[in-house]
């Protein structure tokens, strides 16, 4: 033994010697290979080219020592198969050291001369390698190197087979490994091409790969698609759908390729054509292609492949109509045209399309049976245009397969419509219920589980309302802050609870209920949908006082809707208000420059409100006093100047005012000479050289457009509406 180690010493520049009996071998390194050293190994591998000296300490590895020993004493094959398959068994056993039993694989597989033996001991490298994945790049490296030097094809497949299942990391020279892939993949044995494109699939992936490979795999796999063996075709196939998971050749152009697929005799081939379909539908579904309807209209990719789709719905493979069951609902998901998802629900043209399917193949018979008569199945005129193949009916026909694996597919499906088409879900949920007397158990619980998550998800889909209340400028009573108003929101799909807004407010509670004051709230609540109305109202009858609300405005995710009340809430009532059909108001800055007259008192205790009226509707009752002015400290005195300024919504081109002056024992009396106000870049005077009285009102007009019958002084009396024009003083 010593002897055998100084003379393998002499020969190699590098070696590296493992004498530490206590701890397992290290791994190899890219430039290594490993021989186990004893007295019956005098030979090295012809593909070493650096070897790494292993001594087994019968101590610590007795098991394996005991392996390698008799492998030493086997001579035919069938020792050899008998040996590995107790290994295999025995596996669990060796798996603290199984490095040294991939390596003593591997070793061997370079040793044996005899093809079947080096296959044998691959298929044990790939059942190791499968339960405890600790292959090296030197193992691979070298098995290539056997690869490419053998003449065995079968030794070749079964080498394809073991890189298939490694992962692209442990390819050193990933181009070498395409090289040898691409050989065998045009090899007239099939076994041989199967293991090659699995091969190149895993290659494909790989991140580090050049390009014009990646390119050169997926033109190879699509060659393969016309096959003269089916096996290579749907391998090919179900290859190129594992490239297409990973967004590697993706390309709406191969569509007519697939399409051709679905016609196939083998239906595996007709299952991994329409995943390919559908990973294309997914990915590019805006592309546009030629409709299948008709050659000379094109349509979007999605589309025509829902019908596609939809269509092997009847295939007479159960796995294929299975599957197809299950992409309708996630194609659904992913924007196919309402008007074809409606189709998948419509029974009345499933039984259009079945009779015409039957006179067709009548027709095709051409039987002289008296019992069959094409004329006795009737079509009207309107249905005679609707083709025999696509969406028609196919979610309802899913439902009642012969099949339960079909009709539990298509049960799923009708939950991913449901989720993203509110409009069918009424209609699902009957079509789902009626399955509830289905005759096969798993079928039954499978749609007690989607009608259940259906209900969940129309109760836990919860989004925020936003939700802002303007009170009247004619709020008088002093309102509890703990007053029961209560909001119901109704939507299109649902509607609301009673929303206390006590339970909401986010403002001050100062501003609650108070007049002229806008106050905020915010709910978590249900998704109602498109919000179609809202009702607002009071609960408790302990008091007599009244909520005079102007208007309300909703934000319902992205969207504000608004809603012009000007309505006075009682005790134990409500109000039912609709969104307003007037867009949201822009708002602009008004600059409102104010001249007082020589009976003007003094003072700045002001309760004058401004009204302005424009083509565009009007502002609400603005408190001049309330808002900003130029000049805080200035008193209001006679012949002088006061200018206010504030935001409000643009009425457009102003066509009146009115000023109003409320009842307030502390405010002054007004006289007003004229008044200006300015938007935008225009501006508007008024003159008006009369005085404002207590609880009065005056309606105005532009000087430039005033008669001479409107220079009197025309007092309004307040009331609800702002905009009316004749009223007098109270008390007159």
């Known amino acids: 033994m010593a002897t ?19 701890q397992e071998p290290p791994p190899a390194t890219t430039t290594t290979a490993t021989l186990i050293l004893d007295s019956k190994n005098q030979s090295i591998s012809p593909f070493t080219s650096k070897v790494r000296l292993v001594e087994l300490p019968t ?30 068994d025995r596996l669990i056993l060796f798996q603290n050291y199984i490095d040294d039993c991939i390596t003593i694989l591997v070793q061997h597989i370079l040793n044996a001369t005899d093809p079947l033996i080096q ?24 098995l290539l190197e056997l690869g490419e030097q053998t003449k065995s094809i079968k030794v070749a497949s079964a080498l394809l087979s073991y890189f298939s299942i490694l992962p692209a990391s442990l390819f050193l020279d990933k181009n070498a490994f395409v090289r040898f892939a691409i050989q065998y993949s045009s090899n007239i044995h099939v076994r041989v091409q199967l293991c090659a494109f699995k091969l190149l699939g895993t290659l494909a992936r790989a991140t580090d790969l050049e390009l014009t490979l990646k390119s050169s795999i997926v033109n190879k796999l699509l060659q393969a698609i016309d096959h003269d063996d089916a096996r290579v075709r749907a391998e090919s196939l179900r290859t190129i759908v594992d490239l297409f998971k990973c967004k590697i050749g993706l390309d709406s152009n191969h569509y007519s390729s697939f399409v051709e697929c679905l016609q196939d005799y083998y239906a595996e081939v ?58 309708i609902g996630q194609l659904c998901r992913n924007g196919v045209d309402i008007n074809l998802v409606h189709q998948t629900l419509d029974k009345k043209l499933l039984r259009i399309t079945k009779k015409k399917a039957f006179i067709a193949k009548v027709e095709q018979l051409d039987s002289e049976m008296d019992d069959i008569t094409v004329h006795d199945v009737t079509v009207d005129a309107q249905s005679a245009s609707i083709t025999a193949i696509g969406p028609y009916g196919a979610l309802i026909s899913g439902l009642e397969d012969e099949y339960s694996d ?30 509830f007397d289905d005759d096969i158990e798993h079928v039954r619980l499978q749609a007690m589980r989607v009608l259940g998550k259906i209900a969940q998800g129309r109760v836990l889909r919860e989004i925020a309302y936003k939700i802002s209340i303007q009170t009247d400028s004619y709020q008088k009573d002093i309102m509890e802050d703990n007053a029961s108003f209560y909001m119901i929101i109704h939507g299109e799909n ?25 106050t905020e709230f915010e709910f978590q609540t ?34 504000i809707i608004t809603f012009n009340a000007e309505q006075t809430i009682e005790p134990n009532s409500q109000i039912e208000l609709y969104p307003s059909i007037i867009p949201k108001k822009t708002e602009i800055t008004y600059k409102i420059i104010l001249k007082t007259g020589p009976y003007q008192e003094e003072g700045n205790d002001s309760n004058i409100y401004l ?61 007003i000479d004229n008044l200006t106000i300015k938007q935008n870049n225009e501006t508007t005077t008024f003159n008006v050289k009369r005085k404002i009285e207590k609880y009065t009102e005056i309606v105005l007009v532009p000087s430039s457009l005033r008669k001479k019958s409107e220079t009197s002084q025309k007092l309004i009396k307040t009331s609800d509406s702002v905009s009316k024009v004749v009223v007098k003083i109270k008390g007159k």
């Not at 610590?60 to 035919?76: A, G, I, N």
């Not at 509607?495 to 806008?518: H, P, R």
């Not at 607002?536 to 208007?551: A, C, L, M, P």
């Not at 408190?623 to 409000?648: G, S, V």
Request: some cysteine.
């Open 119 to 142: 296959i044998a001991f691959i298929n044990t490298l790939i059942t190791v390698e499968q339960q405890y994945p600790k292959s090296s790049v030197t193992h691979t490296n070298q």
């Open 406 to 435: 079909v009709r539990a597919a298509a049960i799923d499906s009708c939950y991913d419509i449901s989720c993203c088409h509110d409009v069918f879900q009424s209609k699902l949920v009957e079509y789902i219920v009626s399955m």
């Open 270 to 327: 007709r299952l991994a054509a329409c995943e390919a379909l559908f990973l294309l539908a997914i990915n590019a579904p805006d592309s546009i292609v030629p409709s299948g309807i008709s050659n000379d209209e094109s349509s979007k990719l999605i589309n025509e492949i829902f019908r596609l789709i939809c269509d092997l719905t009847n295939d007479e493979a159960k796995i294929v109509r299975v599957q197809a069951m299950k992409m």
């Open 4 to 22: 055998l180690k100084k003379r393998i010493l002499q020969n190699i520049s590098q070696t590296e010697t493992i004498a530490d009996q206590s």
């Open 494 to 518: 649902n509607q609301t609870q009673k929303l206390y807004l006590k339970d909401g407010l986010t403002s001050n509670k100062k501003v609650l209920f108070a007049k002229d004051e806008k």
């Open 59 to 88: 101590s610590s590895y007795p098991r394996l020592t005991e392996f390698v020993k008799r492998l030493k004493t086997l001579k035919t094959l069938r020792e050899y198969n008998e040996i590995l398959v107790e290994f295999v």
């Open 526 to 559: 249900i998704d109602v949908g498109k919000i179609i109305k809202i009702i607002i109202g009071r609960d408790d009858s302990q008091t007599k006082d009244t909520w005079h609300v102007d208007n309300i405005t909703i934000k319902q995710n992205d969207e």
């Open 611 to 671: 009204t302005i009226f424009g083509q565009n509707g009007q502002t609400k009752k603005i408190p001049l006093n309330k808002t900003t002015k130029i000049n805080k400290k200035m008193i209001f005195k006679k012949d002088d100047t006061i200018e206010f300024e504030f935001k409000t919504n643009d009425v457009g081109k102003i066509s009146k005012v009115i000023l109003s002056q409320n009842l307030n024992e502390h405010g002054i009396r007004w006289h």
